[in-house]
């Protein structure tokens, strides 16, 4: 019978590989559920997902270490990488500490990978309406009243950039006066007063 076999496998082992075999078992199922959904466009969301250590901002997108899809990946690795040291008759330290390193390696090239499509994910083309409201620093003197465009550095879309600015304000603004989008004309030049 199956039970049997199962059970006699199951007595051969030894206490370490027992131990990988349970973390291997859920965790692989886990691991494939999670490719399977990043591919059909689904995900597996989380509280933890977006929270926690390592997080690193890069424009738009973040750079998450520790997150429930890095520590399945890490699981995952981790207890498989420990079963073929483990059946290949290496002692417990090695192979504690090769499919520990195994499994942190995994977490990286998750983390990158993840990172790299929600860069790619990110629109290229400059939305300018998206500058209204915020603020940013005149970077090339703005003539008052509209009489001649300067330049603003400003962040937008996750990055800084110098656009063209006119003002209605009755005093030029100068290089490093902190200003505030109020509306985008001909749809590349920033209206902008000081800001107060």
Known sequence: MITLDISSWWQTLTLLQQIYWC???PFSILFVLQLIMTFIGGD???GLDHDGIGVHEFGDASFHFFTIK???GF???FSWTGLACSYGGMLLLPTLLISTLCG???MFIMAGLFYFIARM???GT???NNAIGKIGEVYLKIPARRNGKGKVEIKIQGAFRYLDAVTEEI???KTGTMVEVLEVINDNILVVKRNR
């Open 104 to 106: 942190l390696i995994m």
């Open 70 to 72: 890095n520590l399945i």
């Open 75 to 77: 699981f995952t690795i």
């Open 171 to 173: 005093e030029d603004l």
């Open 44 to 46: 597996i969301h989380t």
């Open 23 to 25: 973390i291997a078992f």
């Open 126 to 128: 400059l939305e300018m």
């Open 121 to 123: 994910n990110q629109s």
